[in-house]
């Protein structure tokens, strides 16, 4: 069984650009969940889709967006790209219906931005 | 406010011997814990759960302790083994509702041969 799939796993970006990232989960599991990963700030959580539908959104920017469509894929957005979000993003997938909610991640998108 | 903390950023054990590591959190509401592993370059990886009803979880050399009075948790490793050295994240999330998981800052085990 496949894990889950992100591409591009590198990324440079100048400042000003916007990025699309994109995460391909797990056969069968319908939640995707995206966190930022930056040193000494763990994994952060930006947002969780369920059938197409964001569930929950953490506490960042509006520059920060995402979508997941029909096959379960998801893409996240980053437009007006700041050196601050220089960063490994991380896509994770599970089945999305308690109890069955642990996720499993990809290898992530190493993002730099300059 | 960071509502899982992980307040030992390095550990180093003796390969055989018993790594523990250990996870505070503040918020009771939380009533689901994970544990994932991470390489260098590499996603983390899910090692073991457990959720509120139940105190010890194991799974083979690897088991999860839960102390809900002190809002506390920790991973035993036993016996520790050069592979298992990685970064280790505890995460917590509530079981109805919010679908997300708020991770630790993450501990890093150096197990020494």
């Known amino acids: 069984k496949a894990g889950v799939t992100q591409t591009p796993r590198y990324l440079i970006k100048t400042r000003g650009q916007q990025v699309t990232l994109s995460c391909s989960p797990i056969?069968?599991?319908?939640?995707v969940s995206w966190y930022q990963q930056t040193p000494g700030q763990g994994l952060q959580f930006l947002f969780e889709?369920?059938?197409?539908?964001?569930?929950n959104k953490g506490n960042f920017p509006g520059r920060f967006s995402g979508r997941q469509f029909s096959n379960s894929r998801s893409e996240m957005n980053v437009s007006t790209l700041e050196l601050g979000d220089s960063a490994l993003y991380l896509c994770?997938?599970?089945?999305?219906?308690?109890?069955?909610?642990?996720?499993?991640f990809g290898q992530g998108t190493r993002l730099t931005v300059v | 406010d960071q509502q899982v903390k992980q307040n030992s950023p390095s550990l180093s054990v003796q390969e055989g011997r018993i790594s523990i590591l250990n996870c505070d959190y503040t918020?009771?509401?939380?009533?689901?814990f994970l544990w994932y592993k991470k390489y260098p370059a590499e996603g983390p990886t899910f090692l073991i759960s457990i959720s509120s009803i139940k105190d010890k979880n194991e799974d083979g050399r690897f088991t999860v302790f839960l102390n809900k009075s002190a809002k506390h948790l920790s991973l035993h490793i036993v016996p520790s083994q050069p592979g298992d050295s990685a970064v280790y994240f505890c995460a917590a999330s509530t079981l109805s509702g919010t679908y997300k998981y708020i991770f630790g800052t993450g501990t890093r085990l150096k197990v020494l041969a």
């Open positions: 056969s069968g599991h319908r939640s």
């Open positions: 918020n009771s509401m939380f009533d689901y």
């Open positions: 994770a997938s599970s089945l999305g219906v308690p109890p069955n909610t642990e996720a499993f």
């Open positions: 889709y369920f059938s197409e539908t964001q569930r």
